[in-house]
């Protein structure tokens, strides 16, 4: 027996030693909620659980911006959807002003409400913003190098031979399945439009030699070609939306001032197949819609002033211009409708990827806990486990310190 060492109390003393360590980290575990709460718990699984971390952060600071996107969109749909009232407005006024039954003088306080409506329009284009941005003013457009001139395109014409061209005889002309205008020697072809909120027209007497080409030598302000298809393509002289050609019509009255019908409505039918633009830097909105660079959606919003819809100064005091205003404003609205439908699908896109945002942000969010955090249950069981065991090795220490003792009994013998 051996009294300087005791290695029973040893051995005893490092088992406790042991288990002591480890019922502090599971307590650590317990108190946290946390498996692991320092590298050395599990190097690896701490590199994996803090990437996976910056990546939810980044997904949820992502849905953050979808939403605000949203908000920006709905802002300027919002006005948007004043502005198209406004513009029902003026077409109301527009029809109200061509009947004539009104006096000039009505027509002038007809006028007054329009021109009021119109800097109504410029006003929600002005100070429509969403965080100090401007939304309406054409700042948040796509960039345009150079400018470009607006283009109307009417349906397809005929004349005997199959499709129109600008040699086609104007008593000749039909309409796309072959029905006559009844244009003939004798009427009176008015060619109206806007540029820039003045109203002009011009007037031509059809004879047996007149042709399409001398209809469209009366816009002074645009040049008329006919393509291919027999439809005939006007276009604005001078690019920009202070030289865009609006309203564009060909109207045909009989030699007792009746209108011909048929050939009034084919002549006019145009539409505005390429907006006037003025050349501007890209202003486009970049919203960053993931947790990684790159990841964005970008969103333009066209400018919605009336400059740029084409009623800047429209006039109603006549019933030519009247008229004439209300094809303006038809298209005005196209205008508004096509940008507010665009915002739409802006949102609809946004509401999809925020749910996806959601969703993986949610299944990160699960990959990650199983990675660091604790199961608790597992971590009580073996809580419970190294309590025992620490009383056990408590008692097993004391017993051991017991040990030397028995040298006594040598001694006093």
């Known amino acids: 027996m051996r009294i300087n060492h005791n290695i029973a109390a040893l051995n005893a003393y490092s ?13 650590e575990k317990l108190s946290s909620g946390l498996r692991i709460n320092r590298a050395a718990d599990d190097a690896a699984g701490l590199a994996i659980s803090e990437k996976m971390r910056g990546q939810i952060s980044g997904l949820d600071q ?15 749909e919002g006005a948007l959807n004043e502005t198209q009232a406004i513009l029902q407005r003026m077409r109301e006024l527009a029809v109200q002003s061509s009947n004539d039954t009104n006096t000039d003088q009505d027509r ?26 401007s939304l309406l003013d054409g700042s948040m457009g796509k960039k345009v190098n150079v400018a470009v001139a607006n283009i ?12 129109a061209t600008l040699g086609s005889l104007a008593i000749n002309l039909q309409d796309a399945n072959g029905n006559s205008l009844g244009i003939a020697v004798g009427d009176t072809v008015t060619v109206s439009w806007v540029i820039n909120g003045t109203t002009k027209s011009a007037n031509l007497l059809v004879t047996g030699a007149t042709k399409v080409s001398d209809i469209g030598a009366l816009a002074a302000d645009g040049a008329l070609t006919v393509n291919g298809n027999g439809q005939m393509v006007e276009t604005a002289t001078i690019p920009g939306l202070a030289g865009a050609v609006n309203g564009f019509t060909i109207s045909v009255k009989d030699s007792t001032g009746n209108t011909r019908e048929a050939a009034t409505n084919v002549l006019s039918s145009f539409a505005e197949t390429t907006a006037a633009e003025d050349v501007r830097a890209d202003g486009s909105a970049s919203l960053q819609v993931g947790a990684n660079g790159n990841e964005n959606l970008i969103i333009d919003i066209n400018d919605m002033r009336a400059l740029a819809l084409g009623v800047n100064g429209l006039k109603v005091t006549t019933q030519n211009e009247a008229n004439t205003a209300i094809k303006v404003i038809d298209t005005a ?19 999809h990827t925020i749910n996806n945002i959601t969703t993986s942000s949610q299944n990160l969010s699960g990959a990650e806990s199983r990675i660091r955090d604790a199961d608790m249950a597992q971590e009580m069981t073996e809580f419970t486990k190294l309590n025992i065991i620490n009383q056990s090795a408590t008692a097993m220490l004391a017993q051991a310190n017991q040990l030397p003792q028995g040298v006594l009994q040598l001694l006093k013998g």
Do not use: H, P, Y
Request: charged fraction near 20%.
């Open 152 to 163: 109307n395109t009417s349906n397809v014409i005929k004349d005997a031979g199959g499709a």
């Open 62 to 76: 992502a849905n953050r911006n979808a939403q605000d996107g949203i908000s920006l969109i709905q802002t300027a």
């Open 333 to 351: 609205i196209q205008k508004v409708s096509a940008e507010r439908a665009k915002l739409g699908a802006f949102q609809n896109r946004l509401d």
């Open 108 to 133: 002038q306080n007809i006028q007054l409400e329009m021109t009021q409506l119109e800097n109504g329009i410029d006003q929600i284009g002005n100070t429509t913003q969403f965080n100090t941005k």
């Open 15 to 27: 088992q406790l030693t042991q288990n002591q360590n480890a019922t502090q980290k599971v307590l």
